[in-house]
């Protein structure tokens, strides 16, 4: 865990640029990402290349604050589909099986 969110052996530009130079033109790289670094994702995918083709929030709760980023990338550009909230739990704090999908 520490490696994949703390960058420890590799940044996420390089990253990025991996894996755009490993995609094939079809295909699509899927991302969790903290919320807070929505901004600097858009702009390092679109340094290397990527363009954002689906994005969905997820929530700590329904109704709750925005926790988690939800973003596939492809090599070519597309409509941007914006996906409905994803609650991760419950509102009695149980896992929601939405979260599991």
Known sequence: KA???HELRMDLPSW???ARRLLTPAGSLCLVY?????????QEARAAGLHPV???????RPGG???LLLLEL???PGRLR?????AIETEQGKF???GYR
């Open 82 to 86: 914006l996906l409905p909230e994803l």
């Open 54 to 60: 689906r994005k969905q929030y997820a929530t700590d």
């Open 96 to 98: 929601s099986l939405d």
């Open 3 to 5: 490696l994949a969110r």
């Open 34 to 42: 903290p919320i807070d670094q929505e901004g600097r994702l858009h």
């Open 16 to 18: 990025l640029g991996e």
């Open 65 to 67: 604050d925005n926790k």
């Open 74 to 76: 492809r090599a070519r």
